[in-house]
């Protein structure tokens, strides 16, 4: 599993808009390419989550004649 050693890896650091993952240093060989994929992949499905409880709007009915 790729993931685990990328996830050590990774450090946070935080910015004025929140936390972000980040290497030791920006030429170090150490990896967290699969931490940033996973840390992107949870908030999409966190978003997508909250869009399915969101109220359903009704559809519109087609009306023949």
């Given at each position: 599993p790729p993931?685990?050693?990328?996830?050590?890896?990774?450090?946070?650091?935080?910015?004025r808009?929140g936390?972000?993952?980040?290497k030791?240093?920006?030429?170090?060989?150490?990896?967290i390419?699969?931490?940033?994929?996973?840390?992107?992949?949870?908030?999409?499905?966190m978003?997508?989550?909250?869009?399915?409880?969101?109220?359903?709007?009704?559809?519109p009915?087609?009306?023949?004649?």
């Open positions: 993931l685990f050693p990328h996830l050590k890896n990774a450090r946070p650091y935080h910015t808009h936390q972000v993952i980040v030791d240093s920006k030429n170090s060989p150490r990896r390419d699969a931490a940033d994929a996973a840390v992107i992949a949870r908030t999409r499905a978003w997508h989550r909250e869009q399915r409880q969101r109220v359903a709007r009704p559809r009915q087609a009306v023949g004649f």
